[in-house]
Structures are given as structure tokens and as C-alpha cells.
């Protein structure tokens, strides 16, 4: 009977201290939003009951603020990159008409140039909007998974990158190979040929064997990335 109602116990102040969080998060929203005043005397029993202070609850609205602000920026920045490289586009093709047309071109180039600094700071803007999404983002787990996922995407990369390295040695061994029969007479090169043979049959092996494995590990690395993807969205929410 003991272990029945300290199990009904702790399920009931899971759900108490769940249904609180709940209120907490309500209404630090409607306050962030600034529709309406909740009753300061329930807001003062819900600070008490979590412990927190209205210093506390101020600070948490004015992160809640700022974090739908740095939202907004980032989400901006989606559209303005489109637009930006649509931009170049036509500033590439204004180059080419340059020599034959510098007036025309000057005044074609020079909105789209004022247009394009603006579309950087923006750019700037929402890289420190993101920066700071992610410094701010009070998910412990996400912030744990994103590191995790980001750690090993490097990691798998590394190794690619290492086993193409031993792919380049093995061709340069076979280069010096073939580079060493070339001092022998024609009539002794079939003969030193196929001792060589079996040596250069064992490089490509190994060079094969380690270009494989590069591409497994870039196939493996592309699997986190979409994982590491997705799971970063989640840092980027108020």
C-alpha cells in the first residue's frame, strides 16, 4: 500500500509542478504579448508556489520579448538570401556590359548596390538574431542533442578526410612505381613489370578500400547534418 501512494504521490506533484510550468509559460506569453493583465493576486501565488520573484518573471517576459524579436530576424533572412543571390546574378551580367555601356551600367549597378548593402546588415542582423537564439534557448536537452550532433558531423568529416589522405599516399606510391621501371632497358621491363605487379595491385587495393570509406563516412556525415538540421530549429524558437 506504501508504494501505491508514493506513487500516486509523485504522479501528482509531477502533474502539480507540470500544470505550473503550464501557468508559467502562459503567462509570461500574455504578458510578452500585452493583450491584458493577469490578477497580480494569482501571479503572486504562482510566483510563490515556484519559487520565483517578479524580478524574476520581468526578466523572463523581457527574454520572451526579445527572443520573438530575433525570431522574426532570422525567419526575414530566408527570402533576403534568394533575393541577394538574384542580385548578383545581375550585377555579374552589369560586368560584362561595363566597357560598351559605363553610364547605363552605373545607373542600373547603384540601386541594386544600395539594395544589396542593405540586404547584408540585415543578413548581419540575423546571424547575431541566430547567435543569440541559440546562446538564449533554455532547452537543456536540444542544446545537449545539437552539440552531440554537431560534434560527431566533424568527427565524420575528419575521418573522410583522413581516409582520402591515405587514398592520395597510395597514388603517389603507385606513381613512384611506375615512375621506377622507367630506368630499365625494354627488354627487362616486362620482367621488372611483373614484380612490380603485385605491389601495385596491393596500393589500388588499399587506395579503393580507403576512397570507399571516405564516402561511407560523407554519406554518414550527410545522415547527422539533416539530423543536426532539424534539431537546431528547435533552438530557434522563443
Request: charged share 30%; glycine share 4%; with cysteine.
Amino acid at each position: 500500500m506504501a508504494a501505491t501512494f508514493f506513487e500516486q504521490l509523485e504522479s501528482k506533484v509531477s502533474q502539480t509542478q507540470n500544470a505550473r510550468m503550464s501557468a508559467w509559460k502562459k503567462l509570461t506569453a500574455e504578458l510578452a504579448d500585452g493583450a491584458s493583465e493577469p490578477e497580480p493576486g494569482q501571479v503572486a501565488e504562482l510566483l510563490a508556489d515556484l519559487g520565483k520573484s517578479p524580478d524574476d518573471l520581468r526578466q523572463a517576459v523581457e527574454l520572451l520579448a526579445q527572443r520573438r524579436t530575433w525570431k522574426a530576424q532570422f525567419a526575414a533572412s530566408g527570402s533576403l538570401s534568394a533575393e541577394y543571390a538574384e542580385n548578383l546574378k545581375r550585377l555579374e551580367s552589369a560586368e560584362v556590359i561595363l566597357t560598351d555601356a559605363r553610364t547605363q551600367y552605373e545607373k542600373f549597378l547603384d540601386p541594386i548596390a544600395r539594395r544589396q548593402q542593405q540586404i547584408l546588415s540585415s543578413q548581419i542582423l540575423a546571424g547575431v538574431a541566430e547567435r543569440e537564439l541559440r546562446r538564449t534557448c533554455t532547452d537543456a536537452a536540444a542544446r545537449e542533442i545539437v552539440a552531440d550532433l554537431d560534434a560527431k558531423l566533424g568527427e565524420l568529416r575528419h575521418q573522410s578526410v583522413g581516409q582520402r589522405q591515405l587514398a592520395n599516399e597510395r597514388s603517389e606510391q603507385i606513381s613512384k612505381i611506375s615512375m621506377g621501371l622507367r630506368g630499365f632497358r625494354e627488354a627487362d621491363y616486362p620482367k621488372k613489370h611483373a614484380e612490380k605487379a603485385d605491389e601495385i595491385r596491393s596500393q589500388q587495393e588499399a587506395r579503393t578500400s580507403y576512397l570507399t570509406a571516405a564516402e561511407g563516412l560523407l554519406a554518414q556525415a550527410d545522415v547527422v547534418a539533416a539530423k543536426l538540421a532539424k534539431a537546431e530549429q528547435v533552438l530557434l524558437e522563443p
